[in-house]
Nanobody
Framework: VQLQASGGGLVQAGGSLRLSCAAS????????MGWFRQAPGKEREFVAA????????THADSVRGRFTISMDNAKNTVYLQMNSLKPEDTALYYC?????????????????WGQGTQVTVSS
């Protein structure tokens, strides 16, 4: 299973970006997919996750109302729409896939990870 993240870039504060994460490889079935981010010198933190069964997303308090996670099951792709970006959103963003039903908030909840895509927000 491979996860390919894309869509990062440099944007001014207040701007928007949309991240994509495409899953490929063997027949892929995940219970949930998530986005995490890691800024220099900080631990990787939860951003958002979406359960395939319900299509319902959950977001970290720091991004709720600004970021929206969504999933296209037919394309095995998860998106993260990021609006009203702030300099503190600057980080390497990772997508991850969970292959069992459980918590979605911690890095240990996920078995597969994509490479990061850099998001830089200038002030």
């Amino acid at each position: 299973v491979q996860l390919q993240a894309s869509g990062g870039g440099l944007v001014q504060a207040g701007g928007s970006l949309r991240l994509s994460c495409a899953a490929s490889g063997r027949t892929f079935s995940s219970y949930a997919m998530g986005w995490f981010r890691q800024a220099p010198g900080k631990e990787r933190e939860f951003v958002a996750a979406i359960r395939r069964s319900s299509g319902r997303g959950t977001h970290a308090d720091s991004v709720r109302g600004r970021f929206t996670i969504s999933m296209d099951n037919a394309k095995n792709t998860v998106y993260l729409q990021m609006n009203s970006l702030k300099p503190e959103d600057t980080a390497l963003y990772y997508c991850a896939a969970q292959t069992y039903s459980g918590s979605v908030y911690y890095t240990n909840d996920y078995g597969y990870w994509g490479q990061g895509t850099q998001v830089t927000v200038s002030s």
